[in-house]
């Protein structure tokens, strides 16, 4: 089953690991990454940064086996470098509940909206389309962190496109 689907441009790091696995007690990681599945020495160090009761499977977006992590008996956290990727995963069909964004670098055309966590206009435009599709969209790096859910994330984004 989904424990969790997280938006993180870093995916597998010392946050996931050390604050995520034990709050949501998952027997896998799924990572739905082009890049990172194409890439033997980022598969392998996060491959090696997790404990080793953990699986990781990680896989190009294309192939990803979102089915196999639905129906899992294993707790399961998928995921995914940026908001284009969760769109793409739920196209694919993982049923997305709750959407953790948890990190998202600058780049230019994207704003503020929390210490880790920078949107565009057009990426606020697709979290309002999941949050119509029933999933809950919150910004937050650690469990322990208040959340930040849609209306604020949008506050927030407004607020800092007008600061520009």
Request: one cysteine or more; hydrophobic letters at 50%.
């Amino acid at each position: 089953m989904i424990a969790f689907v997280r938006v993180d441009n870093r995916l597998i790091h010392g946050q996931v690991v050390e604050a995520w696995l034990p709050e949501l007690k998952v027997g896998r990681i799924l990572v739905a990454d082009d890049g990172a599945a194409a890439n033997a020495l980022t598969r392998a160090a996060m491959g090696l940064a997790v404990p080793p009761q953990v699986k990781v499977d990680i896989a190009p977006m294309a192939t990803a086996d979102f089915a196999s992590a639905m129906s899992s008996p294993e707790r399961v956290l998928v995921l995914v470098r940026d908001v284009e990727g969760a769109l793409r995963a739920r196209e694919r069909g993982l049923a997305v509940t709750t959407l953790n964004l948890g990190n998202v670098h600058f780049t230019p055309g994207r704003f503020q909206v929390s210490a880790s966590v920078f949107l565009s206009p057009s990426e606020l435009v697709a979290l309002r389309g999941l949050a119509a599709s029933g999933a809950a969209i919150e910004v937050r790096a650690v469990p322990r962190e208040k959340s930040l859910g849609l209306g604020e994330i949008e506050t927030k984004l407004s607020a800092a496109a007008q600061a520009c």
